[in-house]
Antibody
Framework: EVQLVQSGAEVKKPGESLKISCRAS????????IGWVRQMPGKGLEWMGI????????RYSPSFQGQVIISADKSITTAYLQWSSLKASDTAMYYC????????????????WGQGILVTVSS | QSALTQPASVSGSPGQWITISCTGT?????????VSWYQHHPSKAPKLLIY???ERPSGISNRFSGSKSGNTASLTISGLQAEDEADYYC??????????FGGGTKLTVL
């Protein structure tokens, strides 16, 4: 059974750093993309970026390029989303999700999702 | 990269059918047959309903169907049921090698 288990809720102050995780199981971790999706309070889903653990190929939405870093550790089948300096506007629910490959080299649609992590940034 | 355009809300009575539109550009929906749709109930993880414009994953009811014409994709839900009340999002692959979501549509079952 494919499972994506995300780390627990976080409460941080502006300017602090944060790294949240998504542990995958039930499939070949290196052979599928894992992406991150943001949902700000009362707002819609936003595609942030995605990584292919097999070769660390990483893609970012232009809106999130330079704002976050996506990484993965194949040895523990875990993907990460990190910030170096949080802002209040980073307050949101963050979902990880798995994607297959399309067009030989590109990330596809999300077929399995994690339960989400609520990140709250407040002074 | 702008979000795809969806109506903010739609509604229908049990047993009826509704259609949700999703409008993009030639750089996303119009350029690829990689459109997907997700159902999102509050406090739950989103659920894949449709992929590759019109394909249904295993286990998804055939009451859900997808189509595309030009730069606009559509999700049709037939035989509306109370449990269909949720937020619905379209998503498309884009020329920037990333995906983009629509703004979301809230479905109310009257």
């Amino acid at each position: 059974e494919v499972q994506l288990v995300q780390s627990g809720a976080e409460v941080k102050k502006p300017g602090e750093s944060l790294k949240i995780s998504c542990r995958a199981s039930g499939y070949s971790f290196s052979s599928y993309w894992i992406g991150w999706v943001r949902q700000m309070p009362g707002k819609g889903l936003e595609w942030m970026g995605i990584i292919y653990p097999g070769d660390s190929d990483t893609r970012y939405s232009p809106s999130f390029q330079g704002q976050v870093i996506i990484s993965a550790d194949k040895s523990i089948t875990t993907a990460y989303l990190q910030w170096s300096s949080l802002k209040a506007s980073d307050t949101a629910m963050y979902y990880c999700a798995r994607a297959d490959t399309v067009m030989i080299t590109e990330p596809g649609y999300f077929d399995y999702w994690g339960q989400g992590i609520l990140v709250t940034v407040s002074s | 990269q702008s979000a795809l355009t969806q109506p903010a809300s739609v509604s229908g009575s049990p047993g009826q059918w509704i259609t949700i539109s999703c409008t993009g550009t030639s750089s996303d929906i119009g350029g690829y047959n990689y459109v997907s749709w997700y159902q999102h109930h509050p406090s739950k993880a989103p659920k894949l309903l449709i992929y590759d414009v019109s394909e249904r994953p295993s286990g998804i009811s055939n009451r859900f169907s997808g189509s595309k014409s030009g730069n606009t994709a559509s999700l049709t839900i037939s035989g509306l049921q109370a449990e269909d009340e949720a937020d619905y999002y379209c998503s498309s692959y884009t020329t920037t090698s990333a995906w983009v979501f629509g703004g979301g549509t809230k479905l109310t079952v009257l």
